[in-house]
């Protein structure tokens, strides 16, 4: 067993004297749990422990009791005195020296440490064959997961008490303290603010507050109105507890066009102390850092980002010229720079543009608006892209997704893109995690909701992700990226006949018929029709444009019929020209022929991931 407290490096950072207290106490709470299950203490591992037991029972019985202890002594304790507890158990074998144990088995209880929450439990598949049939507890899949250093994928559980019935799911209360409002406020701790372009949908819609509510899953809502007349604004703006669907909070704002970014930050404080929460001295100049000094460039910069969000190429070319006229207006605005360079990074990945060309224009922006604002997180998530969508720099990009998070953790974005790059690198539950906490900020964005589908999917939780195709098919069904997923889905499940009718309504919806039409290649292959999945590629080949088309399914395709020159070709063209979806090809259930080819090692290799 390994345990781990949650952020003491950046408590020690804070308040050391405080931290070592926190430790002592943590250590003298667990030692006696640890002996009570007949548990060695090998030795603590800076924050944590490493621990022996005798059975896998016993040291998932330890974990729980330390879990509910430190639950206990949470209660009643301000938040930065509560101690949170990361738990990990792992069974195998050890080598036994000089008092400590050394092994496999060690590395993976650390690495697996990682995937667990705050406050919670994680064990391998070796624990969870042992204690599975046992009632004082259950086990929820969490997929398989590649650990650094660990050459087989770790299938990994979520252990919880027998008491808690059924499938972990969000609660049904609705948090206060998560709050559908202006981005103004994603940048204050303690608040999870639901992104714009899943509260912008409700603009025209005549719902009431609850509905909204219960739809985007917040206690509080931040809603007003706003008139302009001459160079004046008139804001009217309160702040509605949606359960009572009365007001906390409303304020009437009549000022000059030139204060909107102070009435900004006053709106800042005000909601802060309605909902009990610190807006600190630095968060507060991050709000008024992100303020144009023309209140043009501002709207020109919201309809860039509205129109960045469609993703095609129109409405890119469209977000390039509204950032392009927010520069003009303002040169030494921070945030058009890092929309210029997110417009680049998509105009390259989905080659609108020569890859070579377009990544090097979204690295220059991305660099130019850290020059202007270091403290920007739109920005360090614009260079985090760059980095790891082209020049492969794993951990360099990773560093930046980390100091963009830490400057606002209520950016969907960083932890969507973050999810793909630790997809890439192969710590498919952190990518879960991650792709899952981009949903509850912009829970209506369909580009973040596939993410989560794609998380689910390499990491084999294949109902989860049916479910979340569903959901966003219930709002947009020529949703062609979900129905694209329920093929490969079904195919997984065995529903093959599922599979071909849902291929059949991708080529009714989809402008890629080519790309389309190799799909239900892919479906025929799949179930052992060779001959038509044959007959049916070859018509979509020789249809394809590549740039255009997704190069994944023809890999996929020529992989199953057993063609692995033609996929290498494929694969090769693709990591070539930037398209390339490393993601796809190390992890999809469709390509483990692909994956057992000497050249698949070269090609991790040219990726910086070998």
Not at 172 to 188: F, G, K, M, Y
Not at 245 to 257: A, F, G
Not at 542 to 570: H, K, M, Q
Request: aromatic share 8%; glycine share 6%.
């Amino acid at each position: 067993m390994f345990t781990d407290m949650v952020d003491y490096t950046s408590i020690s950072e804070k308040n050391e004297e405080l931290a070592l207290t926190l430790l002592e106490d943590h250590r003298q709470l667990l030692r006696p749990v640890f002996a009570r299950h007949g548990g060695r203490e090998v030795k603590t591992v800076g924050d944590g422990f490493l621990v022996e037991f005798p059975s896998a029972l016993e040291a998932v019985r330890c974990a729980l009791e330390i879990q509910q202890l430190m639950y206990r002594r949470n209660q009643g304790v301000t938040s930065e005195k509560k101690i949170l507890l990361r738990v990990a158990v792992h069974l195998g074998d050890v080598e036994h020296r000089d008092g400590d144990v050394y092994g496999d088995a060690v590395n993976i209880a650390s690495r697996i440490q990682s995937l667990t929450d705050p406050g919670g439990i994680c064990i391998t598949q070796q624990v969870y064959d042992h204690v599975r049939k046992n009632e004082e507890f259950r086990m929820v899949a969490l997929g398989q997961n590649r650990l650094k250093n660990v050459q087989t994928p770790t299938e990994v559980y979520r252990v919880l008490p027998a008491s808690e019935r059924g499938e972990p799911t969000k609660t049904d209360a609705l948090e206060p303290r998560r709050v559908a409002a202006l981005n103004t406020l994603s940048s204050i701790p303690g608040l999870k603010v639901i992104a714009r372009t899943s509260v912008m949908k409700y603009k025209e819609a005549s719902k009431s507050v609850g509905e909204i509510g219960r739809e985007l899953k917040v206690g509080t809502i931040l809603e007003g109105s706003v008139r302009k007349a001459g160079g004046r604004l008139r804001i009217t703006i309160q702040l509605i507890d949606v359960g009572s669907e009365s007001p906390i909070w409303s304020q009437k704002y009549d000022r000059e066009l030139e204060d909107v970014f102070k009435i900004q930050t006053d709106i800042a404080e005000r909601v802060a102390e309605a909902l009990k929460v610190q807006l600190l001295t630095e968060n507060r100049t991050l709000i008024q850092q992100k303020a144009p000094e023309d209140i043009g460039a501002y709207v020109l910069y919201l309809r860039g980002r509205y129109h960045w969000s469609r993703r095609n190429k129109e409405d890119l070319e469209k977000a390039i010229a509204y950032f392009g006229e927010a520069i003009e207006k303002d040169p030494n605005y921070a945030l058009a720079h890092a929309g210029m360079a997110d417009c680049y990074t998509l105009m390259g990945r989905h080659l609108y543009l020569p890859a070579k060309e377009a990544f090097s224009k979204a690295r220059d922006f991305a660099n130019r608006a850290l020059e202007l604002n270091n403290d920007l997180a739109e920005a360090h998530t614009s260079l985090a892209a760059v980095l790891f969508i082209y020049d492969w720099e794993w951990d360099a990009a990773e560093d930046q997704f980390k100091r963009a998070i830490q400057l606002n953790p209520n950016y969907a974005t960083a932890h969507y893109w973050h999810s793909v790059l630790l997809q890439t690198t192969g710590r498919l539950q952190e990518s879960v995690t991650a792709a899952e906490k981009a949903q509850v900020l912009d829970p209506l964005s369909p580009v973040i909701g596939m993410g989560v589908v794609q998380a689910y999917f390499f990491s084999g939780q294949y109902d989860k992700a049916v479910e979340e195709c569903h959901r966003y098919l219930d709002m947009d069904p020529s949703f062609v990226v979900a129905r694209d997923f329920l093929v490969h889905l079904h195919v997984q499940n065995g529903l093959f006949e599922e599979a071909a009718e849902e291929a059949k309504r991708l080529l009714d919806v989809s402008e890629r018929k080519s790309e389309a039409m190799a799909h239900l290649a892919y479906v025929y292959a799949a179930s052992g029709k060779t001959e038509e999945a044959k007959k049916l590629f070859e018509a979509s080949v020789a249809d394809a444009e590549f740039g255009y088309s997704n190069p994944t399914i023809f890999i996929i395709v020529c992989s199953i019929l057993g063609d692995l020159d033609n996929a290498y070709r494929w694969a090769e063209k693709a990591r070539e020209s930037g398209r390339i979806a490393l993601h796809s090809l190390r992890f999809s259930p469709d390509l483990q022929r692909f994956r057992t080819d000497p050249r698949y090692n070269l090609l991790l290799a040219k990726a910086h991931l070998q």
